[in-house]
């Protein structure tokens, strides 16, 4: 076991990383945050900083000698470099678990050997490879695409050619799968200890905007036996994977029942959010104490959760958004991540509700976010309170 005053390497200084190094504080741990900018979210509140290239083995091996363990917030790092940091140190998850998480290809196939069902897929480098593939579909490259950038969805096979042109100027392998007519996007976040002891939190309900996260609902409305199932799949793959510290698992439930899963991110993730203020152990706080050899908390939910994302978008030209209205919504709590410049689709912070039920929450958090944006005076409304599908009839 590490004990608190034990330093915790972070590589990656995004808001993920400040959560964590917040997180390990109050347990009474220190953090080395490494990445290339002093200003970065998780630097301003680390206890230190290791500025560097994050694919520089050097910087790597630096910072496994200067930490006691070492995690990572973000999965496109070059595993490579991981490596260099494992040799001389305990790095969690491990680089043989990153190499699978950042690469859809080996993910879907790492998910569907270990009996999990994912939508159909194949690798594709021209137009060939899609003969016989199904449309629509959705086109992704294999490495370094997040919140839907490096991907298209492909209704005609006319717009094939341009479509693999445009992806594969960005990574030269891309793979193609069906377009799921999914019901509701659901993740489960699974923490793993060093033992194989294994933790998941109820599984969130997503709602993306253009690729993005949007809202987070927890637990999601869904019934009990789909719940447990989606549990036993994120457990399932992170013991599979081996994984020691956290392994989000996003998924698709179909019409008809069936859960697919589309992605792996063995890390803290945006829609494990509200587990800061909905939960007794936030899912940095697992991480924490899945690293560090301390036991695992337990995961349930105070009550029913939202969580809101803040995007670049909301802040106005001429200043802030108006925190203070949003601040007058009772019982919504509001998260930044220290972010100076805002810009379009630039995850800046995040809005939590706990209440008496999913759709309460929901409503709450969406009502406080609608709150930042100054009324128009033209006569033109903006966003209407309760507009977001997911408050439903709150
Ligand atoms: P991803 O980066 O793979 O998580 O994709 C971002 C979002 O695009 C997902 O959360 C879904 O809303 C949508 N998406 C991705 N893959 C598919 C798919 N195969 N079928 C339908 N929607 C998808």
Redesign the pocket.
């Known amino acids: 076991m590490l004990p608190p005053g034990a330093v915790i390497g972070i590589i990656g200084g995004g808001q993920l990383g400040r959560m964590l190094a917040i997180e390990a504080r109050r347990l009474g741990y220190r953090t080395l945050v490494c990445d290339p900018d002093p200003h970065a979210p998780a630097a301003q509140v680390a206890d230190a900083h290791l500025p560097g290239n994050l694919s520089d083995p050097a910087i790597m091996r630096d910072l496994a000698v200067r930490a006691d363990v070492v995690t990572y917030e973000f999965e496109n790092v070059s595993p490579s470099a991981v490596e260099a940091a494992e040799a001389v140190g305990r790095v969690y998850p491990s680089s043989a678990v990153l190499r699978v998480a950042q690469h859809r290809l080996r993910e879907k196939e790492a998910v569907a050997r270990l009996g999990f069902a994912v939508?159909p897929f194949r690798p594709v480098r021209s137009v060939r490879d899609l003969d016989d593939f199904g449309l629509p579909c959705?086109l992704?490259t294999a490495a370094s695409?997040?919140?839907?950038r490096g991907?298209a969805v492909v209704q005609r096979a006319a717009e094939l050619p341009e479509a693999i042109t445009r992806l594969r100027s960005r990574c030269d392998l891309l793979i193609a799968?069906?377009?799921?007519d999914?019901a509701l996007?659901l993740s489960v976040i699974c923490a793993r200890d060093t033992h194989g002891n294994a933790v998941c939190f109820a599984p969130g309900e997503?709602h993306?905007s253009g690729?993005i996260l949007d809202l987070t609902v927890a637990p999601a409305r869904i019934s009990r036996d789909v719940a447990a199932h989606a549990g036993r799949i994120a457990t399932g793959i992170a013991n599979g994977l081996g994984v020691v510290g956290l392994l989000a698992v996003?998924m698709?439930l179909t019409h008809d029942g069936r859960i697919l899963v589309?992605?792996l991110a063995p890390r803290p993730h945006n829609s494990g959010h509200h587990t800061l203020d909905a939960c007794a152990a936030s899912q940095f706080e697992q991480l924490v104490r899945a690293i560090c050899g301390l036991p695992l908390g337990a995961p349930d939910l105070y009550g029913p959760a939202a969580m809101a994302n803040l995007l670049g978008d909301l802040w106005p030209p001429g200043g802030p958004p108006l925190f203070h209205r949003a601040l007058e919504v009772p019982g919504v709590k509001l998260h930044l991540y220290g972010k100076t410049e805002a810009r379009p689709g630039r995850k800046m912070g995040h809005l939590t509700a706990v209440a008496d039920t999913p759709y309460h929450a929901a409503a709450l958090a969406l009502e406080a976010r609608r709150r930042l944006i100054p009324e128009r005076t033209d006569g033109l409304s903006g966003s209407r309170p309760g507009a977001h599908p997911a408050a439903g009839d709150a």
């Not at 799968?177 to 799921?180: A, G, H, K, M, T």
């Open positions: 939508p959705v992704k695409g997040y919140d839907g991907q799968e069906q377009l799921v999914f996007e997503n993306h690729g996003e698709f589309n992605e």
